[in-house]
């Protein structure tokens, strides 16, 4: 085994350091990106086996101690259930219909807005994992493929809202019709 001078050791840690403060700098640029702010939180057992089951759920990797990204991660999480419960306001489906089609709304809100997935790539998904369009949701059809109109018909709050009033409407207005003959 060969000794190493001061000056190779001095010369190791020089680079040692210069190595730890670019990976620093890139990781302060990454976690930026993400958002400027910065929160600390403490949960029990339970509340992280939940976090962790819900980061599973999404995709990603099951959250462990010393994993990479676990900030990323965490704030995906987060971020996702923050906009799930902001929409859960916006309307309540009744009918089987309405709650088909708000179930794909929620599907592709995901993607568009959690993975940052492309109107492309959405449509490339739909189709491969043969999720009904919307119009076949509201008719009732048994074909799967997915075009750029059909998604931005499910992009679209406003005609999202408009569209299950409509279904629940018809719902209605057809339930009342059975129940007064």
């Known amino acids: 085994m060969v000794k190493k001078t001061k000056t190779e050791k001095a010369n190791e840690l020089a680079i040692r350091r210069k190595r730890d403060v670019e990976y620093q700098n890139k990781r ?5 990106k993400l958002g400027e702010h910065s929160i600390t939180i403490r ?9 962790s ?3 599973e759920i999404l995709g990603y990797q099951r959250p462990e101690a010393k994993k990479r990204n676990l900030i990323e991660i965490y704030s995906a999480s987060l971020i ?6 902001r929409e859960s306001s916006i309307y309540k ?7 088909k089609f708000y179930r794909l709304y929620k599907i ?8 940052n997935y492309s ?4 449509i490339i998904k739909m189709t491969s994992d043969k999720m009904l369009t919307p119009l076949l949701v509201m008719k009732g059809g048994k074909n799967s493929s997915c075009n750029e109109k059909a998604l931005k018909r499910v992009l679209d709050k406003e005609k999202v809202i408009e569209t299950l009033k409509q279904l629940d409407g018809d719902f209605k ?4 019709l059975s129940h007064q003959e």
């Open 108 to 115: 592709v809100n995901h993607l568009k807005h959690d993975k």
């Open 53 to 55: 089951d819900i980061c």
């Open 43 to 51: 949960l029990g057992n339970a509340a992280y086996e939940s976090l």
């Open 119 to 122: 109107d492309n790539e959405i």
């Open 173 to 176: 207005n057809v339930y009342l």
């Open 28 to 32: 302060k640029e990454k976690l930026e």
């Open 80 to 85: 996702h259930l923050l906009r799930i419960e």
């Open 93 to 99: 489906p009744k009918s089987r219909a309405a709650k």
